[in-house]
C-alpha cells in the first residue's frame, strides 16, 4: 500500500511540466487581443487588459508558476453603452434590416457564419482547453456539439416556419400566425462550457431576428476572439456586439437603461435575482436563465449496483464536477452503503488525472483561483459534523488540481447537503426509506434533476409521480444530463427560467404574432397582392426547403 501511495504522491508532484515538455501541436502563443467587435466594427482597444492565466501550470526554475496565454479589454461603460446603441439602432423597433428579413435570408447568414466558424476550429479548442483545463477530446466534443446544434436549429427553424406558411380560418377570420423577435437580448455564458452553452443561447435569439450584446464568460473569454470576424462578417453592422470589462461596473448600466429586452444568463440565481431587479420596466424583460443545480442521484437497494456506480461516477466526475447536470448529491440506502461506497471509491481510483492534452486524461486543474479553498472548506465543514473523506488520497492538491474526494456520511447539518459545490466532491447521504429523499427535493431550493437507480418497477413508479412535480427531468437508470438537445432543458425553483432545447430555444427567443382579417372579397383580394408581388416578408406563402 506504501508503495501505492508514493507512486500517487509521485504522479501528483509530477503532474505539471516544463514548456519544452508540453507537446508540440499543444503548445499556444499568448493572443493579446486588442480589437473587439461593436457595430460592425473591429475597434481597437488601447485601454487596460486583463490578463489570463490557464488552470495549466508550468514547471521553471523558480517553482511552479501558472501559464500566461494572453488578455483582453477591459472595458468601461462608455464602450457598452456604446455597444449598447448600436444594437438598438440595428433593431429599430423591429423596423431594422435584421428584425424584418425573411427567415430564409436570415438562416443564410447563420450558415455563412458557421462555415467560417468550422474554419476557426483549431484556435478556438486550443483556448477552451488552456482557458478551463478542459481534456482536448472534450474540448473538440465541445466545438461540434456546437456545429451540431446549429444545424440543428436551423432545421427546426424552417420546420417551424413550413408549418406557418398558411392560414387559419376559424369563424370567419382567417389568420398567419408567425414567430417574431423580442428586440436586444444581453447574453451571458458560463465558463464551464463557454462555447456550447454560450451558443445554445445566442444562436437562436440571433436567428429568430434579435439583436446581440454578448458578454463572454470570465473564464473562457479568449476562445471567442478567433469567432468576432466571423460574426463581423456573416451579420449586418450591429446585429452582433461583443463587450467587455467587469460585470459589476458594466452591467448594471446596460439593465437601467431599460433597453434590453431579454436577459439570458447561465450562470447563479443571486446574479440573475439582481440583474432583473436593476430593469425599470420587469414586466417588459423576458428572462431565459440557466442557473443553480443540486442533482440527486437515488441509489435503492434494488438498484444494479455496477451500472449505479458507472453512471454516479461520470454524472458526478465528468469535467471534474463542472456542470449544472452534475449529479451533485448522492442518496444510497444503508443497507448497500458500504458494498457501493467500495465500489464507487475503486472506480475513482481508476481515473485517470493528468493535463488536458494528455489522452484519455478524465481528471484536469481547475480553472477558478479560490476553488480549492471552497473545497477544502467543504470538506472541514462535513467533518465537524461527523463525515470523512473515505477514498484514499481523497481532497489531495497540486496549485490548481484537487483530486476528487467521496464525503461520507453527509447529513443537512453540513454545507455540502444544501450548497451547490461545482467541484470534484461526491458527498453520500444514506437513507433508510425513500421518503428521506423525496423531502430532501422538496425543501432544495434547486430542482434540475434527478436520477433513480432501482429494477424494481413498484419502486420506480412511486419515485416518479412525486419527483416530476420537483424536478423538471427525472433519469431512470441513468446520470442526469442536457442531451440530446432535442429535448426540454429547463430546471424548477431557482435552477432555471424558460426552456432550452433546440426547438424550445427559437420558442424562448420569439413571439407569436399574426396577421388576421374577416374574409370578405375586398381583403381576400387585398392579401392575395400582398403575397402574389411578395412585398411582405412576414404575410407570405413561401415554402423553405
Same mark, same amino acid.
Given at each position: 500500500?506504501?508503495?501505492?501511495?508514493?507512486?500517487?504522491?509521485?504522479?501528483?508532484?509530477?503532474?505539471?511540466?516544463?514548456?519544452?515538455?508540453?507537446?508540440?501541436?499543444?503548445?499556444?502563443?499568448? !493572443?493579446?487581443?486588442?480589437?473587439?467587435?461593436?457595430?460592425?466594427?473591429?475597434?481597437?482597444?488601447?485601454?487596460?487588459?486583463?490578463? @489570463?492565466?490557464?488552470? @495549466?501550470?508550468?514547471?521553471? =526554475?523558480?517553482?511552479?508558476?501558472?501559464?500566461?496565454?494572453?488578455?483582453?479589454?477591459?472595458?468601461?461603460?462608455?464602450?457598452?453603452?456604446? /455597444?449598447?446603441?448600436?444594437?438598438? %439602432?440595428?433593431?429599430?423597433?423591429?423596423?431594422?434590416?435584421?428584425?424584418?428579413?425573411?427567415?430564409?435570408?436570415?438562416?443564410?447568414?447563420?450558415?455563412?457564419?458557421?462555415?467560417?466558424?468550422?474554419?476557426?476550429? %483549431?484556435?478556438? @479548442?486550443?483556448?477552451?482547453?488552456?482557458?478551463?483545463?478542459?481534456?482536448?477530446?472534450?474540448?473538440?466534443? %465541445?466545438?461540434?456539439?456546437?456545429?451540431?446544434?446549429?444545424?440543428?436549429?436551423?432545421?427546426?427553424?424552417?420546420?417551424?416556419?413550413?408549418?406557418?406558411?398558411?392560414?387559419?380560418?376559424?369563424?370567419?377570420?382567417?389568420?398567419?400566425?408567425?414567430? /417574431?423577435?423580442?428586440?436586444? +437580448?444581453?447574453?451571458?455564458?458560463?465558463?464551464?462550457?463557454?462555447?456550447?452553452?454560450?451558443?445554445t443561447t445566442l444562436i437562436p435569439a440571433l436567428i429568430m431576428g434579435n439583436t446581440i450584446l454578448f458578454k463572454p464568460p470570465k473564464f473562457g473569454t479568449l476562445l471567442h476572439y478567433p469567432l468576432q470576424e466571423a460574426f463581423q462578417e456573416a451579420f449586418p453592422k450591429g446585429v452582433v456586439n461583443v463587450i467587455y470589462g467587469r460585470g459589476n461596473v458594466i452591467i448594471p448600466g446596460l439593465m437601467q437603461?431599460?433597453?434590453?429586452?431579454?436577459?439570458?444568463?447561465?450562470?447563479?440565481?443571486?446574479?440573475?435575482?439582481?440583474?432583473?431587479?436593476?430593469?425599470?420596466?420587469?414586466?417588459?424583460?423576458?428572462?431565459?436563465?440557466?442557473?443553480?443545480?443540486?442533482?440527486?442521484?437515488?441509489?435503492?437497494?434494488?438498484?444494479?449496483?455496477?451500472?449505479?456506480?458507472? %453512471?454516479?461516477?461520470?454524472?458526478?466526475?465528468?469535467?471534474?464536477?463542472?456542470?449544472?447536470?452534475?449529479?451533485?448529491?448522492?442518496?444510497?440506502?444503508? =443497507?448497500?452503503?458500504?458494498?457501493?461506497?467500495?465500489?464507487?471509491?475503486?472506480?475513482?481510483?481508476?481515473?485517470?488525472?493528468?493535463?488536458?492534452?494528455?489522452?484519455?486524461?478524465?481528471?484536469?486543474?481547475?480553472?477558478?483561483?479560490?476553488?480549492?479553498?471552497?473545497?477544502?472548506?467543504?470538506?472541514?465543514?462535513?467533518?465537524?459534523?461527523?463525515?470523512?473523506?473515505?477514498?484514499?488520497?481523497?481532497?489531495?492538491?497540486?496549485?490548481?488540481?484537487?483530486?476528487?474526494?467521496?464525503?461520507?456520511? +453527509?447529513?443537512?447539518?453540513?454545507?455540502?447537503?444544501?450548497?451547490?459545490?461545482?467541484?470534484?466532491? +461526491?458527498?453520500?447521504?444514506?437513507?433508510?426509506? !425513500?421518503e428521506e429523499t423525496i423531502q430532501y427535493l422538496i425543501n432544495s431550493t434547486h430542482g434540475q434533476q434527478v436520477s433513480i437507480f432501482s429494477n424494481n418497477s413498484d419502486e420506480v413508479a412511486w419515485l416518479i409521480d412525486p419527483l416530476v412535480n420537483l424536478v423538471s427531468r427525472v433519469n431512470v437508470n441513468s446520470q442526469s444530463q442536457r442531451g440530446p438537445d432535442v429535448l426540454p432543458f429547463t430546471g424548477?425553483?431557482?435552477?432555471?427560467?424558460?426552456?432550452? =432545447?433546440?426547438?424550445?430555444?427559437?420558442?424562448?427567443?420569439?413571439?407569436? =404574432?399574426?396577421?388576421?382579417?374577416?374574409?370578405?372579397?375586398?381583403?381576400?383580394?387585398?392579401?392575395?397582392?400582398?403575397?402574389?408581388?411578395?412585398?411582405?416578408?412576414?404575410?407570405?406563402?413561401?415554402?423553405?426547403?
Amino acid at each position: 500500500m506504501d508503495t501505492t501511495k508514493n507512486t500517487f504522491e509521485d504522479n501528483l508532484n509530477r503532474l505539471f511540466v516544463s514548456e519544452d515538455e508540453i507537446p508540440q501541436q499543444h503548445r499556444i502563443e499568448e !493572443l493579446h487581443q486588442k480589437r473587439y467587435l461593436s457595430n460592425g466594427e473591429m475597434k481597437n482597444w488601447d485601454g487596460p487588459l486583463h490578463e @489570463v492565466y490557464s488552470p @495549466v501550470y508550468i514547471k521553471t =526554475s523558480e517553482g511552479l508558476k501558472p501559464k500566461l496565454i494572453g488578455s483582453y479589454p477591459v472595458g468601461t461603460e462608455k464602450e457598452a453603452q456604446e /455597444s449598447l446603441n448600436a444594437a438598438v %439602432e440595428a433593431y429599430n423597433d423591429g423596423r431594422g434590416e435584421w428584425p424584418t428579413m425573411p427567415v430564409s435570408e436570415r438562416i443564410k447568414h447563420v450558415e455563412l457564419f458557421t462555415k467560417k466558424m468550422i474554419a476557426t476550429k %483549431e484556435a478556438v @479548442v486550443k483556448l477552451i482547453m488552456w482557458e478551463i483545463g478542459k481534456s482536448h477530446a472534450d474540448s473538440i466534443k %465541445e466545438f461540434d456539439r456546437t456545429v451540431e446544434y446549429i444545424y440543428a436549429t436551423i432545421d427546426a427553424l424552417k420546420d417551424i416556419d413550413r408549418d406557418s406558411s398558411g392560414f387559419q380560418i376559424v369563424e370567419g377570420i382567417a389568420a398567419q400566425v408567425r414567430r /417574431s423577435p423580442l428586440g436586444v +437580448v444581453l447574453c451571458m455564458g458560463p465558463f464551464n462550457y463557454p462555447l456550447n452553452e454560450t451558443f445554445t443561447t445566442l444562436i437562436p435569439a440571433l436567428i429568430m431576428g434579435n439583436t446581440i450584446l454578448f458578454k463572454p464568460p470570465k473564464f473562457g473569454t479568449l476562445l471567442h476572439y478567433p469567432l468576432q470576424e466571423a460574426f463581423q462578417e456573416a451579420f449586418p453592422k450591429g446585429v452582433v456586439n461583443v463587450i467587455y470589462g467587469r460585470g459589476n461596473v458594466i452591467i448594471p448600466g446596460l439593465m437601467q437603461s431599460g433597453k434590453i429586452n431579454v436577459l439570458t444568463l447561465i450562470g447563479s440565481s443571486r446574479v440573475a435575482n439582481e440583474l432583473k431587479k436593476q430593469h425599470p420596466k420587469v414586466n417588459q424583460l423576458r428572462a431565459v436563465l440557466g442557473l443553480d443545480a443540486k442533482n440527486a442521484s437515488i441509489i435503492t437497494q434494488n438498484a444494479d449496483l455496477d451500472l449505479a456506480v458507472k %453512471e454516479t461516477l461520470t454524472g458526478s466526475l465528468s469535467f471534474n464536477g463542472q456542470r449544472c447536470t452534475a449529479l451533485k448529491i448522492v442518496f444510497v440506502q444503508k =443497507s448497500i452503503a458500504d458494498d457501493f461506497i467500495k465500489k464507487f471509491n475503486k472506480a475513482v481510483s481508476e481515473l485517470k488525472f493528468g493535463l488536458p492534452w494528455e489522452e484519455g486524461v478524465n481528471l484536469t486543474p481547475l480553472p477558478e483561483p479560490y476553488k480549492i479553498d471552497y473545497l477544502n472548506d467543504c470538506i472541514a465543514d462535513a467533518e465537524k459534523f461527523g463525515a470523512k473523506v473515505v477514498n484514499e488520497n481523497g481532497a489531495k492538491t497540486n496549485e490548481s488540481f484537487f483530486y476528487p474526494a467521496v464525503v461520507y456520511p +453527509v447529513n443537512k447539518e453540513m454545507k455540502l447537503y444544501y450548497e451547490e459545490q461545482f467541484g470534484p466532491i +461526491v458527498p453520500i447521504v444514506p437513507f433508510d426509506d !425513500l421518503e428521506e429523499t423525496i423531502q430532501y427535493l422538496i425543501n432544495s431550493t434547486h430542482g434540475q434533476q434527478v436520477s433513480i437507480f432501482s429494477n424494481n418497477s413498484d419502486e420506480v413508479a412511486w419515485l416518479i409521480d412525486p419527483l416530476v412535480n420537483l424536478v423538471s427531468r427525472v433519469n431512470v437508470n441513468s446520470q442526469s444530463q442536457r442531451g440530446p438537445d432535442v429535448l426540454p432543458f429547463t430546471g424548477r425553483k431557482d435552477s432555471a427560467e424558460g426552456t432550452l =432545447s433546440v426547438t424550445d430555444a427559437i420558442r424562448s427567443f420569439s413571439i407569436r =404574432s399574426l396577421v388576421a382579417f374577416k374574409m370578405n372579397e375586398s381583403n381576400n383580394q387585398l392579401v392575395n397582392e400582398i403575397i402574389d408581388s411578395g412585398k411582405s416578408n412576414f404575410l407570405s406563402t413561401k415554402f423553405i426547403f
